[in-house]
């Protein structure tokens, strides 16, 4: 019999990120309030997400910037995900379509590629038939212990620290099982 090995992992940005972030903070009232689910599946986060009033652009639309946001921080919680405290490096983001205030619309990111010290993900918006609003891809920076001490340090107790490492080795358990079970599946396939 197998025994299963239980380890903490996050699934949502809430799980990890402060309660005022900007993209997942439950108590930042201007915030995104979206939740960066993870779909364990595919090692990907996808989530559905209704643009609020306030995040108007042009009249009817979502302003760009919100848009950026959202791909930025979904890209980012996703590297958390799968194990790794980045910032980001650089986000590209291109604009097909304009995305109403009035529609759900749906959110999803994955890897791209790893390099030694940066992560690429890339990341797209549709609507609800599937069209594909906007894309980006992203590149970001690995943060190692040291200096996320010294860049966090102020604003986090040891305590969170300690969280935040057994969440961190959890997720990154959980990516590693992700990956063998992607490759078996891929090379079933060939």
């Given at each position: 019999?197998?025994?299963?090995?239980?380890?903490?992992?996050?699934?949502?940005?809430?799980?990890?990120?402060?309660?005022?972030?900007?993209?997942?903070?439950?108590?930042?009232?201007?915030?995104?309030?979206?939740?960066?689910?993870?779909?364990?599946?595919?090692?990907?986060?996808?989530?559905?997400?209704?643009?609020?009033s306030f995040q108007e652009g042009a009249p009817g639309y979502m302003h760009?910037?919100?848009?950026?946001?959202?791909?930025?921080?979904?890209?980012?919680?996703?590297?958390?995900?799968?194990?790794?405290?980045?910032?980001?490096?650089?986000?590209?983001?291109?604009?097909?379509?304009?995305?109403?205030?009035?529609?759900?619309?749906?959110?999803?990111?994955?890897?791209?590629?790893?390099?030694?010290?940066?992560?690429?993900?890339?990341?797209?918006?549709a609507d609800a038939s599937g069209t594909i609003l906007a894309e980006s891809?992203?590149?970001?920076?690995?943060?190692?212990?040291?200096?996320?001490?010294?860049?966090?340090?102020?604003?986090?107790?040891?305590?969170?620290?300690?969280?935040?490492?057994?969440?961190?080795?959890?997720?990154?358990?959980?990516?590693?099982?992700?990956?063998?079970?992607?490759?078996?599946?891929?090379?079933?396939?060939?």
């Amino acid at each position: 019999m197998e025994k299963r090995i239980k380890y903490r992992v996050s699934h949502t940005g809430q799980d990890w990120h402060s309660p005022d972030c900007y993209g997942c903070g439950i108590d930042n009232t201007y915030g995104l309030h979206a939740d960066f689910r993870f779909y364990e599946p595919t090692g990907e986060v996808r989530f559905n997400y209704t643009p609020k009033s306030f995040q108007e652009g042009a009249p009817g639309y979502m302003h760009g910037g919100i848009i950026a946001s959202l791909l930025d921080e979904a890209q980012g919680v996703l590297c958390f995900h799968l194990g790794h405290l980045v910032m980001t490096d650089q986000l590209n983001v291109s604009y097909r379509h304009a995305i109403s205030l009035k529609n759900e619309i749906s959110v999803k990111c994955w890897i791209d590629s790893v390099e030694k010290r940066r992560i690429h993900t890339k990341a797209s918006i549709a609507d609800a038939s599937g069209t594909i609003l906007a894309e980006s891809s992203g590149k970001w920076y690995v943060l190692n212990e040291r200096i996320a001490r010294r860049l966090f340090g102020r604003q986090y107790s040891e305590q969170k620290f300690q969280d935040l490492k057994e969440i961190l080795e959890g997720n990154r358990k959980r990516a590693k099982t992700i990956r063998k079970k992607l490759k078996t599946k891929n090379h079933d396939k060939i």
